[in-house]
């Protein structure tokens, strides 16, 4: 699956309720990141992290929050603070040192019932 | 921040036909620029990029070019066949504090080809 992977494919989230998806990678890249995307909207930056134990916010990370205590891992939460968060979300890597060679999961898609 | 727009928003042509998409970036420091496809409820690929040294790349079908000065570049894809249809986003990169290196996309291209 290209050595990224996401998990689930599809995830229903109840109101008020913490959802966590899953972001495995063992293409020994340093970097990880998390991309929302919307129709219409492309993909914006939700949380990256660079190293393991460290991580940044991105552009929109009111109501996420993610954790990366293994270089292979970086699983995003969706809290019950993110209002709208039905999207379709993808996970991306890439060797620290270079601006090239991103590459993504498959994508998990969130619904809100 | 860097700004990326992109044009058209949809597109469709007719099968052997050629498709442009144009992107433009806000940021001149910006100096990488990928394409990239993704097919309905799928990952985005790579499928060609620039580095801002080069004005041109070529790859079979699919070709880039890169206008430094204007700050805008573009995706040409000839002999269009119904496989091409899919969103495509552009992409700008640049060095972000450190070692990272920030990419922002633009906000798509539905292209749909007609066979």
């Known amino acids: 699956d290209g050595g990224i992977t996401q998990s689930p494919k599809y995830l229903f989230r109840k109101e008020g309720q913490n959802v966590t998806l899953s972001c495995e990678q063992n293409l020994n890249h340093d970097a990880m990141y998390w991309y929302r995307q919307d129709p219409g909207q492309g993909l914006r930056l939700i949380y990256y992290s660079q190293i393991v134990n460290d991580f940044q916010k991105g552009d929109i990370a009111e109501g996420y929050s993610v954790s990366r205590e293994k270089k292979e891992s970086f699983p995003l939460t969706v809290t019950s603070a993110q209002k709208n968060p039905t999207a379709f979300y993808l996970c991306?890597?890439?060797?620290?040192?270079?601006?090239?060679?991103?590459?993504f999961g498959s994508g998990t898609r969130l619904t809100v019932v | 921040g860097e700004n990326v727009e992109q044009h058209p928003s949809t597109l469709s042509v007719q099968e052997g036909d050629s498709a442009v998409i144009k992107c433009t970036y806000s940021?001149?420091?910006?100096?990488?620029f990928p394409w990239y496809k993704q097919e309905l409820g799928k990952r985005p690929q790579l499928i060609i990029d620039i580095r801002s040294n080069v004005g041109e790349k070529k790859d079979q079908r699919i070709a880039v070019t890169l206008n430094k000065t204007a700050k805008h570049f573009s995706l040409h894809i000839t002999e269009t066949q119904p496989e091409d249809s899919a969103v495509y986003f552009c992409?700008?990169?640049?060095?972000?504090?450190?070692?990272?290196?920030?990419?922002?996309f633009g906000k798509g291209t539905l292209l749909t080809v007609n066979p």
């Open positions: 991306a890597s890439r060797f620290q040192a270079s601006p090239y060679g991103y590459t």
């Open positions: 940021d001149s420091a910006s100096n990488y």
């Open positions: 992409a700008a990169s640049k060095r972000s504090g450190g070692s990272n290196y920030k990419l922002t």
